[in-house]
């Protein structure tokens, strides 16, 4: 029987979406001759008046999509949707089932919704923060480090010809992975994770260290997330009445110039991290993840999340991950790398 499958991408976007949604619908046209849909702007598309939703087809992926970054179909942050009214989009589409690609805050929205509506449920775990739990990793994560990485390898010069202390503040939620990862391979000095408490006096102490050792300069990396000295969280108001993580580069730029004689500059990476085209290992998640996803309905195994596991993929119930998110654990063995590189990292 020809199935009708929908696809949709949600919360922020990151590399390898286009990849993800080109994996699925290969699959879902080729090997099983179903009709995909994309809906647009995450769950958005469903408001409209006709929906706004795309039959998707081999002709959609000619050859460039898979390489660039963002998604092509748009998607949404905000969860502000009226759920009956997405419901009734859903009602509409008439679909067997739904692809939907998202973080832990969409997922659980579109769960919930799906769940309510009685539709049949598969999901794709994608967000820079690579906090979804029980999966190790989530597409969009790696290119991120990368960018993060590239990044501290164009500070350093900068940082030694000026002897300065570089601060790169990185995305992540209240996930250090993309702190940790890029502050190892990018060489940092110091690396801060929301995880893990610091003090300033132990950061001073250690770029005057450095310094003394004979190297002019340092590298700093901490997550957005993490919070001043005094437990108080950075954050901006924007205009919108919004307030979100933002402004630890700056606060702790301000306070390492006051203790060390270090002049410090700040670079706060911002949205490349999820705009940048997707590594080899990002496309290769998301193939993956797309074409399992697939197959998982095609067995009917519904209310699934297909996770990236011991280096292959494999699905495990959306339930027993809802509400729940991966952060650092002191244990990790990244923690122990990092010290072993004589990284401060904070207080352990
Ligand atoms: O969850 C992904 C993420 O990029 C976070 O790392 C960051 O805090 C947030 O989204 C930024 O969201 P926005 O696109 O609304 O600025």
Redesign the pocket.
Known sequence: MVKKIGILTSG?DCGGLNAVVRAATLRAINEYQWKVFGIRDGTLGLLKNPLDVLELTNKHFDGNLMRMGGTFLGTN?KGNASEQKVLEGFKKLELDALIGIG?DGSMKILQKLTKKGGINFVGIPK???NDVKDNDLSIGYDTAVDVATNALDMLQPTAASHRRAMILEV???DAGHIALNSGIAGGADVILIPEIPYSLKKIADHIDNIRTQGRNHALIVVA?AVKKEDGSKATVKFVDGQV??GGIGTYLGDEIYKLTDAETRVTVLG?VQ?GAQPTHRDRLIASAFGVYAVDLIAKEKFNRIVVWKNRGVTDIDLDSIAGQSKTINVSDPLIKVAQGLGIYVGEI
């Open positions: 922020g942050n973080g967000t820079i923060d995305m992540g939620r957005e979100r993580l949205h999820r």
